[in-house]
């Protein structure tokens, strides 16, 4: 019975621990290259606030619904989710595009911020917050099969100090993700460059548990009632 419990246990992590990010904050009706865009988010509504020193070579900022076609990628978020790309353009190593999201109330305690596609030169973003500090981002694989060799991790480096994110310039981790605890801030800043054109993605987003969870909780519950009984 010990060991069926124990069983039983280890599987609720596992399921709690598998999540979808289902519900990311929706900023398809937003324009690109508007300075401030209007959203509603968690329930409240999230101002974002624009600027760039790049040239107008193409958009600097835009709402895009990013593919999450490979495997790992539909386990954590789902089929897709609505997301910012932030884009550098060519020739321009010193410029830098600036993003500050303001959400009405704090964030839920299940809140994350997602980031992925760092793999330009010098590629970067600095996060920051006058909430508080933005800590260390949970890093996900994602098998990418244009990774040599296949599935090979290729991170961008995290520096708590710097509080940034640094491409590890290997031109294949396009599908390698961060996934950042946002929970209970109000504001944050990101601040993004790139040595050549690129462009990085940034959503907002909170994880649900899937069914598995919720059906073991439910038994678990069942039989709890029924020892009790």
Same mark, same amino acid.
């Given at each position: ?125 600095? +996060? /920051?917050? &006058?909430?508080?500090?933005?800590? @260390?981002? =949970?890093?996900?694989? !994602? ?5 040599? %060799? ?34 209970? +801030? /109000?504001? &944050?800043?990101?601040?993004?460059? @790139?040595? =050549?054109?690129?462009? !990085? ?5 909170? %994880? ?22």
């Amino acid at each position: 019975m010990t060991i069926t419990r124990n069983l039983i246990a280890v599987f609720i992590v596992m399921a709690l621990t598998t999540t979808s990010f289902a519900q990311f904050v929706d900023f398809s009706s937003q324009t690109a290259d508007d300075p401030t865009w209007t959203a509603n988010a968690f329930g409240g509504i999230m101002t974002a606030s624009f600027s760039s020193s790049f040239s107008t070579e193409s958009v600097r900022w835009e709402p895009q619904t990013k593919e999450f076609s490979d495997s790992a990628f539909v386990s954590q978020f789902g089929s897709s989710g609505s997301l910012i790309a932030l884009i550098a353009q060519d020739n321009q190593p010193t410029a830098a595009t600036n993003a500050t999201f303001v959400f009405s109330s704090p964030l839920p305690s299940n809140a994350r911020m997602v980031a992925f596609d760092y793999d330009g030169l010098a590629e970067r973003i600095a +996060l /920051s917050s &006058i909430d508080g500090t933005i800590f @260390a981002p =949970e890093m996900m694989e !994602s098998n990418d099969p244009n990774t040599s %060799p296949q599935g090979a991790s290729a991170f961008a480096s995290w520096s708590q100090v710097q509080q940034r994110l640094l491409s590890s310039n290997t031109k294949n981790n396009d599908r390698e993700a961060y996934v950042f605890d946002v929970s209970g +801030l /109000s504001q &944050i800043s990101i601040v993004m460059t @790139a040595g =050549e054109a690129a462009a !990085s993605w940034v959503g907002f987003a909170v %994880p649900e548990p899937n069914s598995l969870a919720l059906v073991l909780i439910g038994l678990i519950a069942y039989g709890v009632r029924r020892r009790r009984s």
